[in-house]
């Protein structure tokens, strides 16, 4: 294989691993070194914990000479989004308030990249919590979409993105809230998935709306995101709102050869997703990859989605609410940061510990939605504001399967802008709420989404998205893997000197 | 536009269990106002009976599981050393984490 080792899709190091092409070491050991060298200019990585990669690596070589390989992934390099679990690296969250912390317990999703081989090269950047579009939110700085320095990277899974983008590890694990792991992707030109709310156990993945969050991957290819949903999803005795239903096997999700490969498939184009404040270049763009799949096979038909505008008003009540409730954990007693640290031996009240600790643990913007949670769910405000947002949030809901009974996937923009510039919104949370307006409605209801880089606007890449109705992620991966093979966008990469 | 007062926004602080200084307080009035004015556009939406009652019953379609009242499996990954898990708490007392006197801290600040 003469292909540069950083480049490689999980399918192709699991190839050249199991014929010896490589080592689990060597490709290991040529991230480790463009990380040392490109972490300083894009800020990607939070943690990088070599010792270990090199050890998990050197196990997985091991292993394979034994005749032993665990599989697939056995050996492949990834990252984790700094909000997992781990008892073997810091687990931060991106905010000071857990600066330096150790988990005492590993995560349901990291449990499972272990125990299937794949070797941990680090953490990666997020907004603080995951609360913001951009990683600008992040305690550790924003991460520089390596498209172009002077823009962001999306967020809040702006770190996993931009690591696949600048070929910083094989694959990465994101979550999606309100599109987190869809819009960077959009912005940084690789895929990104969101399962079916309660596809993948939410053990050990620090919460921020438990109701919204589902953990997703980050990849070079659509074929390579299927693989890691196979492995992730599944019912957890630790997660409660885990899924019993059975997860779909990745070879069912293969479109058949042939330039029809999409044939009988039929594809729903809803214009609320094309509204005002959808630049032109992205439209154009997605319009153009709406016809490409019809070329290949599909029949596109218009359905009709009109509470999808108001998702992102309902999500802006009932994620700050359970925001605020999540965050409460953070209290200066138990982990984290607390006053109590440099203060013993001084007189302070226990609410003052609590209060004093948060406000300097905790950043802006999450304080902003604690604070916001607080106000919608407190006396006199609740019916007005959460249980309106709650039937929002059901009529959505309503919608969305009434058109996938008529369609099996929905093809829209994932966001209504390329990357923008660091600094540019800083000020104005509504405008930077505004981000997450075409991603937001496929997490109030509840069902599996995914962008595919579909070209490049200005310069910069733009993702199509693709929805599909709960559970049927396997149409959701052959759309995506049947476009893939007829574009080469998810083949481009920047130059990042 | 939709605003909350400056007294409001410090007494939503107290709640959250958050000091604040006063020009956080001052930025936060000012941005909750923009907020608010934005998600109440869902007072425009209208939701019929069956949104109203199904809402109550959860879009996710899932119900809590509860385990079996069985000791966790050996090699569970909720299985913590209790010194484990007080590690990270900044003041202990043997196998207890030590906290100040709650009662007279609430009435200061209540």
């Known amino acids: 294989m003469s292909a540069p080792l950083i480049t490689l899709t999980i399918e192709e190091v699991a190839a050249g691993l199991k014929a010896g092409e490589f080592t689990s070491v060597e490709i290991t050991q040529a991230y480790l070194n463009r990380i040392a060298e490109l972490n300083p200019k894009l800020n990607v990585y939070v943690n990088v914990s070599t010792e270990l990669a090199l050890a998990q690596a050197k196990a997985s070589d091991e292993r394979r000479a034994a005749g032993k390989s665990l599989g697939v992934f056995d050996g492949v390099p990834y990252n984790l989004k700094d909000v997992y679990a781990t008892t073997d690296s810091p687990t931060t969250a991106s905010s000071r308030m857990l600066d330096g912390w150790v988990a005492p317990y590993n995560a349901t999703v990291y449990h499972k990249l272990k125990s299937a081989g794949a070797v941990l090269l680090g953490k990666t950047n997020t907004d603080e919590f995951t609360m913001g579009v951009s990683t600008e939110t992040s305690w550790q700085g924003v991460t520089r979409n390596p498209w172009d320095l002077e823009r962001v990277s999306g967020g809040s899974s702006g770190g996993p993105a931009a690591s696949i983008a600048a070929q910083l590890a094989t694959f990465s694990i994101g979550t999606d809230t309100g599109g987190s792991v869809r819009q960077p992707s959009s912005f940084c030109g690789v895929t990104g998935m969101k399962p079916t709310y309660g596809r993948v156990s939410r053990w050990g993945e620090l919460p921020m709306a438990s109701s919204l969050d589902q953990t997703g991957p980050v990849t070079r290819t659509a074929k390579d995101a299927a693989l890691v949903f196979e492995l992730l999803a599944g019912r957890d005795e630790l997660d409660a709102t885990t899924l019993d239903d059975k997860v779909p096997s990745v070879d069912g999700m293969i479109p058949p050869a042939g330039d029809k490969p999409l044939a009988g498939m039929k594809v729903g184009v809803a214009e609320e997703y094309f509204g005002d404040g959808v630049q032109p270049g992205v439209e154009k763009l997605i319009r153009e990859a709406i016809a490409q799949v019809e070329r290949l096979g599909a029949t596109v038909t218009k359905v009709s989605l009109p509470a999808v505008p108001h998702a992102l008003a309902a999500y802006y009540i009932i994620a700050p609410a359970e925001v605020s409730s999540n965050m409460a954990r953070y209290d200066g007693i138990r982990f984290g940061h607390s006053v109590e640290r440099e203060n013993s031996g001084e007189k302070a009240s226990l609410y003052d510990i609590y209060a004093k600790s948060r406000a300097e643990g905790i950043g802006t913007e999450v304080q902003r939605r604690i604070m916001l949670g607080t106000h919608v769910l407190s006396a006199g405000h609740y019916d007005a504001y959460y249980r309106k947002a709650e039937e929002v949030r059901q009529v959505v809901a309503t919608q969305f399967a009434e058109a996938f009974s008529e369609v099996d996937v929905l093809l829209a923009p994932v966001s209504p802008n390329t990357a923008f510039k660091i600094g540019e919104q800083v000020n104005d949370p509504v405008a930077m709420y505004k981000e997450d307006v075409l991603a937001v409605p496929a997490n109030i209801g509840g069902i599996p989404g995914i962008s595919v880089p579909c070209g490049f606007s200005n310069g910069l890449p733009v993702g199509l998205q693709i929805l599909a109705g709960r559970l049927n992620e396997a149409a959701l991966f052959k759309t995506a893997i049947a476009y893939q093979a007829a574009t080469d966008f998810h083949k481009q990469y920047p130059e990042v000197a | ?110």
């Open chain 2, 1 to 110: 536009m939709s605003t909350l007062p400056r007294d409001d926004i410090a007494h939503l602080a107290k709640l959250a269990r958050l000091t604040l200084t006063e020009e956080q307080v001052e930025r936060y009035t000012q941005q909750f106002g923009s907020i608010l004015t934005f998600v109440e556009t869902l007072t425009t939406v209208p939701t019929d009976q069956a949104a109203k009652e199904a809402s109550k019953r959860g879009v996710t379609g899932i119900s809590n599981h509860v385990s079996a009242d069985e000791p966790r499996a050996a090699d569970s990954l909720a299985n913590l050393d209790p010194m484990v898990a007080l590690a990270g708490a900044p003041l202990r007392n043997g196998r207890f984490i030590e906290v100040r006197a709650v009662l007279a801290g609430e009435e200061e600040s209540a």
